[in-house]
């Protein structure tokens, strides 16, 4: 069964910062993985998706690499700002199914 | 844009009430999705649906049912609350081109007292 694992649970930085976030899942046989972010009290929104195929996605400041051998994927998040300060969750697509991790928290203080 | 509405961002029900979620989306998605969130558990899934009228299982179904009598709307079905369904329901969808990609909802927050 598949597991996804995100390490830290939560990560407190000051402004400026650049960081990493890890995902990591116990089944390399994905689809694709996901990176969400989840501001508090709300729904998710979609941030890179990178397919089984693919090393790296980029947007913006963000940068998600996926190593399916390893069963990891890192979320980097460069020059970070207050207005980062969410919840990020990765997921992987296992057949018909998104297979959620717990999420990092993560507060950027200026 | 693509919108997922949910019928109510915040629910107070007591033990033993059926309870009703609403969740309308607007870009003609034949996939519907049904999670709870909960601390340190992430999201789970408790029901999904492809089409009109159909159904299926996710990891968590137990004390939930579902209902979609139309394409744009998904109910969830709490026939008798209890106090362990306390938690952040979120709903999605997607389109059967693109099923990995789901637009969420902003969530309804569940508390049963």
């Known amino acids: 069964k598949q597991e996804v694992t995100q390490i830290p649970a939560a990560l407190s930085v000051p402004e400026g910062e650049n960081l990493v976030l890890n995902c990591s899942f116990t089944d390399s046989a994905i689809y694709n993985l996901q990176w969400f972010r989840q501001d508090p009290g709300k729904g998710l929104t979609s941030l890179l998706l990178i397919q089984s195929s693919q090393r790296e996605q980029t947007s913006g400041r963000l940068n998600a690499s996926l190593d399916k051998s390893s069963g990891r994927s890192t979320l980097y998040i460069a020059a970070s700002q207050p207005g980062d300060s969410a919840t990020y969750l990765c997921a992987v697509k296992d057949t018909d199914k998104l297979i959620f991790g717990t999420g990092t928290r993560l507060q950027v203080f200026p | ?113």
């Open chain 2, 1 to 113: 844009d693509v919108k997922v509405t949910q019928s109510s961002r915040y629910l107070v029900k007591r033990t033993g009430e059926k309870v009703f979620l609403e969740c309308v989306q607007d870009m003609d998605h034949e996939n519907m999705f049904w999670y709870r969130q909960d601390p340190g558990l992430g999201l789970r899934l408790i029901y999904f649906s492809y089409d009109v009228k159909m159904k299926e299982k996710g990891d968590i179904p137990e004390g939930y049912s579902v209902s979609r009598e139309k394409k744009e709307r998904f109910s969830l079905i709490l026939e008798s609350a209890s106090t362990n369904q306390t938690s952040m329901y979120l709903c999605a969808s997607s389109s059967r081109l693109t099923p990995y990609e789901q637009y969420f909802g902003p969530g309804t927050r569940l508390t049963v007292t």
